[in-house]
């Protein structure tokens, strides 16, 4: 603030050109302060202290209070989605198709019609033979009503197994006929094996073209063993066989056999083959009526036949007597 007693006590020392400029200078600053002062400028003020040098002002940066901003927790992420299930696992594979009971390409034919003393052995021996090989047995114990076997005898029963067994759906390729007064003495022989050694003994269309394989014994023909293929021609055979016996009452279905091969009706005998009866038809030395061979019954042949027991064996039961003694030579 200006002071003129300070001024005054100064004059002697400053020129007066600096006098002069140092008054206007003042009047000037104090003209300034004057404008910024609330105090209005017409009103007198009181003299003040001198004012102290000018210092300028320096701002003084007071440090703020660090502001703590409180953490708000985060909420936890979601969860992330459950995994997708896992596929489901393949269905099983279907069960395997059962296998189709294998069909046996033989079937065995027999019969008996009344209780004997040897049923036993018989159906036990050939019962055990078909399980070993696979073939098939069928025996019959009585005759149906109505049928042609009824009228004439059980004997020409056989010809009606033997249809039924072609005409079957079990598609066999070849029915063997044997009579029930036979045991297997030897179960390893096959009858695949007698076929095909059989039919080896002509040119393949010779045996392409036989439908029966058959023995004699000392007559031409023995019809307790017979081997037929599975073909139609067996049954218009069969037909003509019956239409003999039909038209001759005195005739066994052995004779009208024999008789129709030995006329050649319709070609027949060249569509039937003879075999060694000891192939599958061997009598022992007690019934020696054989082939052309004159061979009986030896150990390992395959069959044992007692055909007319009761005319060579003296006994309350001859055949059984027969079929007891030849039994411990099974498979001997």
Partial sequence: MYNPSDMMSRRNRFPTT?????????????????AHSSIPVHQAQPLAAPAPAYVPQVPVQVPQPAIITPKVAEAPPPPPPPPPPPPPP???????????????????LTMTTSETSYDYISHSNKQKYAKKHGYDLFIDYEVPEGTFAKQRGPVWHKLDMIEDAIKSPNGYDWVWWIDYDTLFTNTSVKLEDIVSDSLATKTKSEADNLIMLLTADCFPLNAGSMLFRN???????FKTIVDCGKADTHKTEQDCIRVTLEANTDGYKDRALWIPMTKMNSFPDE??????????????????????????IKGEDPYGQMMRKYQKFIDV
């Fill in 287 to 312: 019934i020696s009526c054989w082939d052309k061979d004159k061979k009986g019954w030896e150990r390992g042949h395959f069959v044992i036949h007692f055909p007319g027991a009761w005319a060579h």
């Fill in 231 to 237: 073909d139609p021609a067996v049954l218009k055979f």
């Fill in 18 to 34: 600096l006098l002069v400029t140092v008054i206007l200078l003042s009047g000037y600053i104090l003209h300034m302060h004057m």
């Fill in 90 to 108: 393949p269905p099983p594979p279907p069960p395997p198709a059962p296998e189709k009971p294998k069909t046996s390409k033989f079937a065995i």
